[in-house]
Nanobody, 124 residues
Framework: QVQLVESGGGLVQAGGSLRLSCAAS????????MAWFRQAPGKEREFVAA????????TYADSVKGRFTISRDNAKNTVYLQMNSLKPEDTAVYYC?????????????????WGQGTQVLVSS
């Protein structure tokens, strides 16, 4: 099973940027799609973005499209989420996830591995 560790969260003003990283252990990182989800207080965990194993396919939630960019470096076993033009409503704990097939990337119930999360706080 892949172990995932997120980093890069923090406090930023609205309109600012952050870059999240998710480092994975194990040999299977490059075999699976990777995704970012987020969960705000009192809300369900929601899909943010996903990238296929070889970066051939990428998909975003409508709420972040045009502002966030997901990428991965299989040589470094790391997936990234570049977040620009941040809004207060982007405030949440952000999680990376691994271990599902591409057709199911938008559903949080299908992943085998999750990180511990990193907090993003956007002030107005």
């Amino acid at each position: 099973q892949v172990q995932l560790v997120e980093s890069g969260g923090g406090l930023v003003q609205a309109g600012g940027s952050l870059r999240l990283s998710c480092a994975a252990s194990g040999r299977t990182f490059s075999l699976y799609p990777m995704a970012w989800f987020r969960q705000a207080p009192g809300k369900e965990r929601e899909f943010v973005a996903a990238i296929s194993a070889k970066s051939s396919y990428i998909t975003y939630a409508d709420s972040v499209k045009g502002r966030f960019t997901i990428s991965r470096d299989n040589a470094k076993n790391t997936v990234y989420l570049q977040m620009n033009s941040l809004k207060p409503e982007d405030t949440a704990v952000y999680y990376c996830a691994s271990g599902t097939r591409w057709s199911a990337v938008r559903s949080s119930t299908n992943y085998k591995s999750w990180g511990q999360g990193t907090q993003v706080l956007v002030s107005s």
